[in-house]
């Protein structure tokens, strides 16, 4: 059960606590800058009695673990802003570049293009957590640097990979941080990103069920930070002929049980460029509050995941059938 208090009546908190003391209910009080929810597991008491109290504003009945994205809770879409852009709520974002920044010119060029052919964000990698060790790692903080040059210079948000929280000055400049896959779970770091308030890209793990990334997700909202949104990129599963298996079901699942946005990343889910766009249209008639897209004017000479990554040509015909798809949703 969860218990949502009116801001405005807090003084009367006290009164509500004595009565769940005296039923012998185990809670715990979240208290965010907006908002002050009690949580317990506790399905014994009588709801009236709860919502008879001044101080409750409302309560939902959930065996859900995870709190504060729970759609029992909270019915409304959540919004999350980046600069202008916004995903959820019918909005639908393209966010589009190259997996990593390799110069300053190639994330230039990138970025004019994508912007020119329908993107509203940049992504690019400047700390690149690789499989072997011996594969390009990024730029680090000069490729951030570059990056945000280049956002700035093509007025597009930017959104980079974080990979520890010691980095956290380093992206000062940098809109959105994203959580890799690889780093799902890395509670040391969602808390860290729950302790500051620039919206985070949450990439879904290999092989985490809804539930997991839907707690990793709590990690960040319990800090007090509020802007999550969610990203579908693959699972692993027996099939050997993609990089990974897009799951479509993620998207509409996660809306129902959460209010988070998720957006899709056709391209980690495919690994083949001629995948990302039967991907891209199928993840946003499910629903995708937007697409996450590698995108590189040069792919074959890319320095990683040039495979996977779509010219700019390409990106823009997925960008307008994706929107007329997603037009097409808000209709019915
Ligand atoms: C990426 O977006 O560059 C990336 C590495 O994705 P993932 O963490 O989903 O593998
Ligand atoms: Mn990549």
Do not use: W
Request: charged residues 25%; proline residues 5%; glycine residues 8%.
């Amino acid at each position: 059960m969860i218990i949502k208090l009116k801001v405005t009546e807090l003084s009367q908190r006290e009164d509500l606590l004595r009565f769940l003391d005296a039923e012998g209910s185990v809670y715990t009080v979240l208290e965010q800058p907006h908002n002050v929810f009690i949580v317990t597991d506790d399905h014994e008491i009588d709801v009236k009695k709860i919502k008879a109290f001044r101080v409750v504003d409302e309560v939902a009945l959930t065996r859900a673990p995870y709190r504060l994205s729970a759609r029992a809770l909270n019915p409304d879409d959540r919004e999350v802003r980046v600069g202008d852009v916004v995903f959820g709520g019918g909005h639908f974002v393209a966010i589009a570049g190259p997996c990593s920044v390799e110069s300053e010119e190639q994330i230039m060029k990138i970025a004019r293009e994508v912007k020119e052919n329908g993107a509203q964000m940049l992504r690019a990698g400047a700390f690149k957590p690789r499989t072997s060790p011996y594969s390009f790692c990024g730029l680090g903080s000069e490729g951030l640097k570059a990056l945000v040059r280049a956002g700035k210079e093509y007025g597009l948000p930017v959104v980079s990979e974080i990979t520890d929280a010691d980095q956290l000055p380093l992206f000062k400049e940098v809109d959105m941080l994203q959580v890799g896959a690889r780093n799902m779970q890395n509670f040391t770091l969602l808390s860290a990103l729950g302790r500051q308030k620039k919206p985070v890209l949450l990439k879904r793990g290999f092989s985490a069920g809804y539930e997991e990334l839907l707690l990793s997700a709590e990690y960040i909202l319990a800090g007090g930070n509020p802007n999550v949104v969610l990203c579908e990129r693959g699972i692993r599963t027996f099939v050997q002929s993609t990089r990974n298996t897009l799951d479509v079901s993620a998207i509409p699942m996660i809306h129902r049980l959460s209010n988070l946005p998720i957006i899709t990343d056709p391209s980690h889910a495919g690994g083949d460029y001629r995948l990302v766009r039967p991907l891209a249209l199928a993840a946003t008639a499910a629903g995708s509050d937007g697409l996450i897209i590698e995108v590189h004017h040069d792919p074959e000479h890319a320095q990683s995941d040039g495979d996977q990554s779509v010219k700019p040509e390409r990106f823009k015909k997925i960008c307008r059938d994706c929107r007329k798809i997603h037009a097409l949703l808000q209709e019915v």
